[in-house]
């Protein structure tokens, strides 16, 4: 399934080793003063409404994205591939985002899934020439299962990292990813959006609307990009 660029996006093809192609979107080359690899949470494509919001939003930040399919997302299947085939194709979207974009600085991350498996791909094997990793809504355990065990692999990571997490996220409780955080020390910063669940989505209460909510936390997350440019 293919993807269709909106204007000012361009499209792109990526080869992913042992797995054919898949599509990328990259946006906000012009006045970019940093980019980001973006990769999409499990349920997700690179077009889905929340990406695409995403990635606009930081090029109004001037971060430059490429945001990716994974190999079952591009299928059209909603079953996540194995670890090694996703680890192979976050590392396609960076070689991609750095042959592109010589010139900047670049991170790695992305929604809940498409985050995880870039820290993996890191820990595993750090990526060539990323400066650090972005995490929008990390899943540190599944929904009603509270545990650790998806962090283990953070120790491994010796890059800067930014958390950014709702304080309603079922896929995160706090106290725990404040501990994991805490282990992890100087090396990762949390930026916590009260009230807010996995998706970002604020309660009306709130007196807050999720655009609001989504320009502020995308603003976080340039700034810290910039300092670690």
């Given at each position: 399934m293919g993807v269709a660029a909106q204007p000012g996006e361009e499209p792109l093809r990526l080869p992913v080793d042992g797995d054919g192609e898949v599509s990328g979107l990259l946006l906000g080359m012009r006045d970019a003063r940093a980019g980001l690899v973006l990769g999409h949470g499990a349920g997700t494509r690179l077009d889905h409404p929340s990406m695409r919001a995403t990635a606009q939003g930081l090029a109004g930040q001037r971060i430059a994205t490429l945001r990716y399919n994974f190999p079952y997302s591009e299928r059209g299947s909603r079953r996540p591939d194995a670890p090694a085939l996703c680890h192979a194709t976050v590392r396609a979207a960076v070689a991609a985002a750095r042959s592109r974009g010589p010139q900047l600085s670049?991170?790695?991350g992305g929604r809940s899934f498409g985050g995880r498996m870039?820290?993996?791909a890191q820990a595993e094997h750090g990526l060539e020439g990323i400066r650090g990793l972005v995490f929008f809504g990390f899943p540190l355990h599944p929904a009603g299962?509270?545990?650790i065990k998806r962090a283990e692999h953070l120790d491994r990571v010796d890059l800067p990292m930014l958390f950014?997490?709702?304080t309603q996220d079922a896929l995160a409780e706090r106290e725990r990813l404040e501990g994991v955080i805490g282990r992890l020390g100087a090396r990762?910063?949390?930026?916590?959006?009260?009230?807010?669940?996995h998706s970002f989505h604020v309660p009306v209460r709130s007196g807050r609307r999720d655009p609001?909510?989504?320009?502020?936390?995308?603003?976080?997350a340039?700034?810290?990009?910039?300092?670690?440019a």
């Open positions: 670049w991170f790695a870039t820290s993996q299962e509270p545990g950014v997490q709702g990762a910063e949390v930026e916590w959006v009260m009230e807010a669940d609001e909510v989504l320009e502020a936390l995308l603003a976080c340039a700034g810290w990009m910039l300092r670690h």
